[in-house]
């Protein structure tokens, strides 16, 4: 089924703008204290306009025709094995599960299904504030951002592999490389929930950036506009829900969770956070990516911090 319309983020009932520093760093503060034992994924993008879906879920949307679990798994699979081919992996041997392959093509920039997020929202933050590369001018494209939180709490985990000895099962046997992630997949799509990816050995971009995966098998109905390859796992919450959770900290009127919201972040607002990142909370290029090729991305883009 062709995924719902998508207008903007403040259209359908999942989203909110807030108009300045202190509404937004209160509205964050208010998500994460709806209930103790809720866990969320926070992903940041720097223009509000994007949607937000998985690298290779909008590869396939731009061949064209509609995007189905089949065509994902289909390109998926020759993904993983051009990569292997290629030669990579082999240092690992059977710790190079098609799940571990997959979170450290996604690292590199390589389409796949997953979707970065975070368990820190001032990363997320970082990102949704982040400014854009300059143009061949030396201009800065200007946009609004846009800050997700996710409500993981009941989905499924996973490790990109497993250390150690573990039980073996008869698809382990057969496909020891791809079975846990197969049956993650056949789980997702049995339960219609997205799941969590972990890397099992984070290299020190993922430990500074506190980052996982979200997966999920295509869902055969979108549920939130915008939102493609994977659904919120609860009912929309509504422009006055949100309105209530942003204002009022406690009380009638505010939902009782939140499984999804987009939290759109003006131009100027942005500017104004980008100070306060660096110097209370240390969000920076140079912490977040501590690593050669994110100072070859900071010098490209001039800006080193």
Known sequence: MKPPAFDNWLAHGWGIQVDTPHQLFRIISHIALLGQERTYGWRGQNDASWDLSASLFRELKNEGSSVTEERVRERELQILEEARRWGLGRDLGPSATDMH????????????????????????????????????CGKVRRSAGVLFAFDVTKTEWYETFQHGEQNQTWGTLVNPLGASYAQALERSAEDKQMFRVFPALPDERMKAQEGFFLGSAVPKRHTAPGVLGLNPIGPVPGNEKLGKLLTTEKGPGRPASLPFCAIVIPAAVKDKLRDPLKRTYNRRRRVLFPDIDGFREGLTRRQLD
């Open 101 to 136: 392959m997959l979170a450290v093509l996604q690292h590199h920039g390589v389409p796949t299904r997953l979707v970065d997020v975070t368990a820190n929202p001032m990363t997320a933050l970082w990102f949704a504030t982040e400014e854009h590369k300059p143009d061949q």
